[in-house]
């Protein structure tokens, strides 16, 4: 029979030694880091000692991914010769810029880790916070955000982070206060269960709060940028913005899509009929014509406006079910336990 063996990564001794332990004999690491790199030339170098520094300084098991997302500035070259001095580190070239989430999504689908921790290769982000945030994943939660509580950006990006974080806070419910944070750690479950596309990356969190998995945060240090330059501005926010409205929609209407557009194509349809039923009976009651009245037009335009959108949310619902026949049911499960008179039967 296979036994089952639970991490620890709380910061102590007999923590690490029972990780040694554990992994001892085994290739496998602990914990992935996923870098996404655009032009960071002058920044790897002294992240990747960093990096190395903090997982020596605590035992873990550890691998870096670099995914270099189409770097031009000779990042390329950078990372081939830290791939030649460590063993541990896993360099992904992409062909050309596809953007953050690809690049995380390429990193992900490498990492090997039972937690996966996602940082930005600005040197900006700490890792000396990552022993922390693994410490609170201990706590039972599956996905820890880095909070930027004294960021060291200018006040136009604090600016509009505040504005992108507070109409989250409020269109999810989901009480945090740094999202667009790239230190994050999540549980190797929880990114198994996500599909990441377009520019969501910034929306893990809350897609993961929507499946079910535990968000938390901590305060965490953020540094001034010392080399390059950033990569976002204030253009971000409108794209963010309808990132945001797709992550909401796909959460509440995903699965049942015929819930939002045959209640508004049944609200237009019904507003229509009551116009022409009043039109009809004006007509009875001698108040003719009624051919020339824009209130006719509108009146068969609703309800034609409304018989379509009840008939593309019946498309819709053919879609999703289609979909679910060869969707696992036990994909927002998070645990099965059996009876002993079951397992033996197994034996």
């Given at each position: 029979?296979?036994?089952?063996?639970?991490?620890?990564?709380?910061?102590?001794?007999?923590?690490?030694?029972?990780?040694?332990?554990?992994?001892?004999?085994?290739?496998?690491?602990?914990?992935?880091?996923?870098?996404?790199?655009?032009?960071?030339?002058?920044?790897?170098?002294?992240?990747?000692?960093?990096?190395?520094?903090?997982?020596?300084?605590?035992?873990?098991?550890?691998?870096?991914?670099?995914?270099?997302?189409?770097?031009?500035?000779?990042?390329?070259?950078?990372?081939?010769?830290?791939?030649?001095?460590?063993?541990?580190?896993?360099?992904?070239?992409?062909?050309?810029?596809?953007?953050?989430?690809?690049?995380?999504?390429?990193?992900?689908?490498?990492?090997?880790?039972?937690?996966?921790?996602?940082?930005?290769?600005?040197?900006?982000?700490?890792?000396?916070?990552?022993?922390?945030?693994?410490?609170?994943?201990?706590?039972?939660?599956?996905?820890?955000?880095?909070?930027?509580?004294?960021?060291?950006?200018?006040?136009?990006?604090?600016?509009?982070?505040?504005?992108?974080?507070?109409?989250?806070?409020?269109?999810?419910?989901?009480?945090?206060?740094?999202?667009?944070?790239?230190?994050?750690?999540?549980?190797?479950?929880?990114?198994?269960?996500?599909?990441?596309?377009?520019?969501?990356?910034?929306?893990?969190?809350?897609?993961?709060?929507?499946?079910?998995?535990?968000?938390?945060?901590?305060?965490?240090?953020?540094?001034?940028?010392?080399?390059?330059?950033?990569?976002?501005?204030?253009?971000?926010?409108?794209?963010?913005?309808?990132?945001?409205?797709?992550?909401?929609?796909?959460?509440?209407?995903?699965?049942?899509?015929?819930?939002?557009?045959?209640?508004?194509?049944?609200?237009?349809?019904?507003?229509?009929?009551?116009?022409?039923?009043?039109?009809?009976?004006?007509?009875?009651?001698?108040?003719?014509?009624?051919g020339d009245r824009p209130l006719l037009l509108l009146g068969v335009l609703l309800m034609l406006i409304g018989f379509q959108t009840i008939t593309v949310g019946l498309v819709a619902e053919l879609l999703v079910s289609f979909i679910q026949r060869v969707e696992d049911p036990l994909t927002v499960t998070a645990s099965v336990e059996r009876g002993t008179s079951f397992r033996r039967s197994l034996e």
């Amino acid at each position: 029979m296979r036994s089952t063996v639970e991490f620890s990564f709380e910061q102590t001794d007999e923590t690490v030694d029972k990780h040694l332990e554990v992994t001892k004999g085994s290739d496998r690491p602990q914990l992935s880091i996923v870098i996404p790199v655009y032009n960071e030339v002058d920044n790897l170098l002294p992240l990747h000692g960093r990096i190395q520094d903090v997982m020596q300084g605590h035992g873990y098991r550890w691998e870096v991914i670099y995914v270099n997302d189409g770097s031009t500035d000779g990042s390329d070259a950078v990372l081939s010769d830290l791939l030649r001095q460590d063993e541990r580190v896993t360099v992904v070239m992409q062909r050309r810029n596809f953007g953050k989430s690809l690049a995380l999504a390429a990193g992900f689908s490498l990492a090997a880790g039972e937690v996966i921790v996602t940082m930005d290769g600005d040197l900006q982000d700490e890792p000396g916070e990552i022993p922390r945030m693994l410490a609170r994943l201990d706590d039972g939660y599956d996905v820890v955000i880095g909070w930027r509580q004294a960021r060291r950006d200018s006040l136009a990006k604090r600016a509009a982070s505040w504005v992108a974080n507070t109409v989250t806070k409020l269109a999810t419910g989901l009480d945090v206060h740094d999202m667009n944070s790239g230190l994050k750690a999540y549980r190797r479950v929880c990114i198994e269960k996500l599909v990441l596309y377009g520019d969501m990356h910034r929306y893990l969190p809350i897609m993961a709060h929507f499946a079910g998995f535990r968000v938390t945060e901590i305060p965490v240090a953020h540094h001034e940028r010392r080399f390059g330059r950033s990569k976002y501005g204030l253009e971000r926010l409108p794209h963010g913005g309808l990132d945001l409205l797709t992550v909401i929609f796909l959460h509440q209407y995903g699965r049942r899509p015929l819930h939002l557009f045959g209640g508004g194509g049944l609200l237009l349809l019904t507003t229509g009929f009551f116009i022409n039923l009043w039109l009809t009976i004006q007509w009875f009651l001698g108040n003719r014509p009624i051919g020339d009245r824009p209130l006719l037009l509108l009146g068969v335009l609703l309800m034609l406006i409304g018989f379509q959108t009840i008939t593309v949310g019946l498309v819709a619902e053919l879609l999703v079910s289609f979909i679910q026949r060869v969707e696992d049911p036990l994909t927002v499960t998070a645990s099965v336990e059996r009876g002993t008179s079951f397992r033996r039967s197994l034996e």
